[in-house]
């Protein structure tokens, strides 16, 4: 069973148009939800970091929640270069993160 | 800051190459070092945890004879593909960590390796 789970798998939107990403977990003892932003060929860029719930982190278009059993993306008023994909990852105890599968966001002028 | 330098950016060899690819942390000290792998469309897939000093840690199924990981300094880790095959073809990302169990992950840009 995935401890982290994303969906969409993907999604177009057409510029303008805003929507959120989510992220669902079933660990406990979380230390840490993390959010990144990978472009095709490139490394993941980290995005933010959420610790307790109720935590809200913002920057630029993107905006970060978390809950005791989710994590969403804002993404308002989205601009073609948005499109990425979006990954969202848990830190629990002293172990490594784990990632979810993604969501492949695209983002039509 | 946190920037993550990963070389070189493409390889491409023929089958029975070792290839080394270099991780460095360029202005922070990295006690922890990750090594990915990522399949076109999926996520990462954790390969090892090194850490500076000492052996890596590698994840069930990952050969640790087949993939070497050396993490010699505070801004140094390198992972050596030995003998490599066409099925060792993949896209690997290191990532490291500022000291801080807590702290994010920084990655690299990643190594596109394609062994004919």
């Known amino acids: 069973e995935d401890q982290v789970t994303q969906s969409p798998e993907a999604l177009r939107l057409q510029e303008g148009e805003s929507s959120s990403l989510n992220c669902s977990y079933t660990?406990?003892?979380?230390?840490?939800l993390f959010w990144y932003r990978q472009d095709p060929g490139k490394g993941p860029e980290f995005l933010f970091t959420?610790?307790?719930a109720g935590e809200e982190k913002e920057k630029e278009r993107l905006k970060a929640t978390l809950t005791k059993k989710e994590s969403f993306l804002h993404i308002t008023a989205p601009k073609p270069e948005d499109s990425a994909t979006y990954l969202c990852?848990?830190?629990?105890?002293?172990?490594?993160?784990?990632f979810g599968k993604g969501t492949r966001l695209s983002v039509i002028a | 800051g946190a920037v993550v330098s990963q070389h070189p950016s493409r390889v491409i060899c023929k089958s029975g190459t070792s290839v080394k690819i270099e991780c460095r942390s360029l202005?922070?000290?990295?006690?922890?070092m990750f090594w990915y792998r990522q399949f076109p469309k999926q996520s990462l897939m954790l390969m090892a945890t090194?850490?500076?000093?000492?052996?890596?840690?590698?994840e069930q199924g990952v050969e640790k004879d087949k993939f070497l990981i050396n993490h010699a300094s505070l801004t140094l880790s390198t992972l050596t593909v030995t003998s490599a095959h066409p099925e060792d073809s993949s896209f690997y990302i290191c990532?490291?960590?500022?000291?801080?169990?807590?702290?994010?992950?920084?990655f690299g840009d990643g190594t596109r390796l394609s062994i004919l």
């Open positions: 959420l610790y307790s």
């Open positions: 990532s490291a960590r500022i000291q801080g169990s807590n702290q994010p992950q920084h």
């Open positions: 090194s850490n500076e000093g000492s052996k890596a840690t590698y």
């Open positions: 660990v406990s003892g979380l230390r840490g």
């Open positions: 202005d922070f000290q990295a006690t922890t």
């Open positions: 990852a848990v830190k629990i105890g002293n172990t490594p993160l784990v």
